[in-house]
């Protein structure tokens, strides 16, 4: 079994920035497709940034600019900076990852099997 885990999450004030960071137990479970997803209260889960099979990396029009991935293939871990953060980005931030997802259906959270435990993130004014 795949174990997915991220951390990196907690309380900031409008402004400020965080770094979460998603990391994979098997290390042959590399060089897959991965992704960030979050849910707020009352509202869908939604993809927030995501790398798909071929390395191409998608990002959600309510946070570009503001957010983004890289990786560090030697830890098997994915990170996600996210600066300038807003009330609007509060909710749990869920690492998703698979072995094969494509360009056009990054978004749908039925393309990942494996999920994080998902981590807090709380932003305030």
């Known amino acids: 079994q795949v174990q997915v885990m991220e951390s990196g999450g907690g309380l900031v004030q409008a402004g400020e920035s965080l770094k979460l960071s998603c990391t994979t137990s098997?290390?042959?479970?590399?060089?897959?497709?991965m992704a960030w997803f979050r849910q707020a209260p009352g509202k869908e889960r939604e993809g927030v940034v995501g790398?798909?099979?071929?390395?191409?990396?998608h990002t959600a029009d309510s946070v570009k600019g503001r957010f983004t991935i890289s990786e560090d293939n030697a830890k098997n871990t994915l990170y996600l900076q996210m600066n300038n953060l807003t009330s609007d980005d509060t909710a749990i931030y869920y690492c998703v990852a698979d072995w094969e997802v494509g360009a056009g259906t990054w978004y749908e959270p039925d393309e990942y099997t494996y999920w994080g435990q998902g981590t807090q993130v709380t932003v305030s004014s």
């Open positions: 098997d290390l042959t479970f590399a060089h897959t497709a």
């Open positions: 790398q798909d099979t071929n390395g191409y990396t």
